[in-house]
């Protein structure tokens, strides 16, 4: 009996062991029930035994000749086994003789009370984010360790229209510039210094799509309406008229263009803006969304950002603004 059982598993038995085989494990009524419960659900032992008023003994001593013979397949959740119908795996004679006997077992009395039990056995089931509960506490270092860092921002670029052309405004080492360049069709950046100009083309060396340049904030060396987006991080703090460098960065996008700002929160540290090398200790949030209207962007918004861990400097402000149909036009540019 035992080398006919393992003729059934799905690895090719000869015919004639396999339709013994089949009939044998659907010829007792409780495995008929198991099989039409697992065929829709996975489902635990305890489960089982509650839906179908069984001892463990009874139920495990059934589950095991169905898996032993291919009709189930099982896996581990948490301290349990879960198991459900493995129809695909099994042969096609199987899958047909199951169909007719799920027909006749359809209209048992038996088989009726075994749903309703099982509606009260899922219903008492914990919510499907129970996982989600218990690791909330975890989630964010969970979620490092599993898959890194880099995926949720790469998932944010990824919203970024593939026709764009970005500016990187004082774009340093081009870290910026580097991770918009494959989502959007051109990234230029825009730096004075030509320390960080050859560190930024050191890293974007690779990179097709991304356009260098040496300029100033208050002379952008790109032409009025070019852009479709503006980045501009921590560099307004650098600048002797921050409203003539806005102007220049709006004058640079198209209407509808958007400016996107990150630049210190005003503070009180005078030593760490003399460390720095910065003319000003950074704005408040007020003053800063009047720069930006001052220099014909509308819609704007600001706001603070909650300091990273570990961060060791001020804390800072984003501002997002748009460009409207007109803006003040300081000078043209040519590329």
Request: aromatic share 4%; hydrophobic share 45%; glycine share 8%.
């Amino acid at each position: 009996m035992a080398s006919t059982r393992r003729a059934v598993v799905p690895a090719g038995p000869a015919a004639r062991e396999g339709v013994v085989a089949w009939m044998e494990a659907l010829a007792d009524p409780t495995r008929l029930r198991l099989l039409r419960l697992l065929e829709r659900h996975e489902l635990g032992v305890a489960e089982l035994c509650d839906v179908l008023q069984m001892p463990q003994s009874t139920v495990s001593r059934h589950l095991k000749v169905l898996v032993d013979q291919g009709w189930l397949r099982s896996r581990a959740h948490r301290t349990n086994n879960l198991y459900r119908m493995d129809l695909e795996a099994a042969e096609a004679g199987a899958r047909r003789l199951w169909g007719l006997a799920r027909e006749q077992i359809e209209g048992w009395a038996t088989a009726a009370q075994d749903a309703l039990r099982l509606e009260r056995v899922l219903a008492r089931r914990p919510p499907a984010d129970d996982f989600f509960a218990g690791a909330a506490g975890r989630w964010d270092r969970l979620r490092e360790e599993l898959y890194g860092r880099s995926f949720g921002q790469e998932a944010l670029l990824a919203l970024l229209s593939p026709q764009w052309v970005v500016a990187d405004l004082a774009c340093g080492t081009a870290p910026a510039a580097a991770a918009l360049a494959p989502h959007v069709r051109r990234v230029i950046g825009i730096d004075q210094s030509a320390a960080m100009l050859k560190a930024a083309r050191r890293r974007t060396a690779g990179l097709p799509n991304v356009e260098l340049r040496r300029g100033s904030l208050e002379a952008l060396p790109l032409d009025s309406g070019s852009g479709d987006a503006a980045l501009l991080v921590l560099a307004l703090t650098y600048v002797e008229d921050p409203v003539l460098a806005l102007r220049e960065a709006a004058r640079i996008l198209r209407p509808g263009g958007r400016l996107a700002l990150v630049d210190l929160l005003r503070h009180d540290r005078e030593e760490f803006r003399r460390e720095m090398g910065q003319l000003r200790r950074g704005f408040e949030t007020e003053e800063m969304k009047r720069l930006l209207e001052e220099a014909g962007l509308r819609g704007v918004s600001v706001r603070t950002l909650p300091p990273d861990a570990g961060a060791k400097g001020p804390a800072l402000l984003l501002a997002v603004g748009v460009r409207g149909a007109r803006v003040m036009r300081i000078r043209e540019k040519t590329p």
